[in-house]
């Protein structure tokens, strides 16, 4: 008789990763930026040194820059009145557009959220605008506005307000109103369109929720419906703010900044002073303000105001395993 003894199974031995996968695809990464950073960096991040360059140049623009002045062209801007005004109507469009542009988009995506009769061609409508160019909008409006036959003329007429519509891109005191006017035509169907998605991401059992607990309409979008749509409205304030700063195309070909400078912007006057006065110096220096002014608000804004919407979205490579 032959006895066998069993011996206890040797415990199974992890899998060995090879060194080729724990090591990263380095060389497939670099190959997938590269792209993008090489455009990045032509595109952007050398306009910016060479503007922060030629800012320290008082120069035409022909030829190689050689008289340095440093920060002459700073401490200029310093006590430029057209520079201080430029500010003072970059931060009234602001104002508008955080106080009347943003509340009235979502007051429209709400009642747009409701079971209406043809709201998808209420919503094409609406964010009709927002595909056309800003220079297209401008030419269009410079035809609405035109004081023979603009149709702010015949519509001022009608209502029995004279020729009020003539006025408005010619009057220094409402320029920047009619200006408001256009911004808002064009760009409130987008923010519109931000609002009702982020609204219809919300659960609907919550809304149920609070109705069986006797909730109102009004106290259901004050304690529901506004807090969950937190994220999205900081979200089109930032773009709101940063495209006001940037803003050239329209007022250009709307006004010129006329009349009598009245309705220039920081990127006009930048665009005045480099390309009619040859102070491309100066205006460089105005681009870098434009760029510190973009670049200051986006990092208060995201360290103060989107840190919470933020948190946890952001990860890294080495927290993976």
């Not at 990464?29 to 040194?49: D, H, K, N, Q, S």
Request: charged share 15%; no cysteine.
């Amino acid at each position: 008789m032959v006895i066998i003894e069993r011996r206890p199974a040797a415990p199974a031995r992890p899998p060995v990763r090879s060194r080729s996968r724990r090591r990263r695809p380095w060389p497939t990464i670099v190959l997938f930026l590269a792209p993008a950073l090489l455009l990045f960096g032509l595109l952007v991040l050398a306009p910016i040194v060479v503007a922060g360059y030629a800012s320290l140049f008082t120069w035409n623009g022909f030829g190689v820059p050689t008289q340095f002045v440093g920060l002459e062209n700073f401490r200029r801007l310093l006590t430029d009145e057209i520079f201080a005004g430029d500010l003072r109507r970059t931060l009234l469009l602001v104002t508008l557009s955080i106080g009347i542009q943003l509340p009235f988009s979502l007051v429209l995506a709400m009642l747009l959220n409701q079971p209406l009769r043809g709201r998808r061609a209420y919503r094409l409508v609406f964010f009709a605008p927002y595909v056309l160019s800003e220079v297209v909008t401008a030419v269009l409006f410079t035809m609405i506005f035109s004081p023979n036959q603009g149709l702010a003329n015949h519509i001022t007429r009608l209502i029995g307000l004279g020729d009020l519509g003539a006025t408005w891109l010619a009057d220094p005191d409402t320029v920047m109103y009619s200006l408001f006017l256009v911004i808002s035509w064009k760009y409130f169907g987008f923010h519109t369109l931000l609002y009702l998605a982020a609204r219809q991401s919300i659960p609907p059992e919550l809304h149920d929720a609070a109705a069986t607990d006797g909730a109102g309409p009004w106290r259901a979008f004050r304690h529901i419906t506004l807090p969950l749509l937190g994220p999205t409205i900081r979200i089109s304030v930032f773009l709101s703010v940063l495209g006001t700063v940037q803003l050239f195309d329209m007022v250009w070909v709307l006004t010129g900044g006329g009349p009598i400078r009245s309705s220039e912007t920081l990127a006009v006057t930048m665009f005045q002073e480099g390309f009619k006065r040859f102070h491309v110096g100066y205006a460089s220096a105005i681009s870098m303000a434009i760029f510190l002014i973009s670049l200051f608000f986006g990092l208060l804004y995201q360290r103060f105001v989107l840190r919470r919407d933020l948190e946890g979205a952001v990860t890294t490579m080495g927290d993976r395993r």
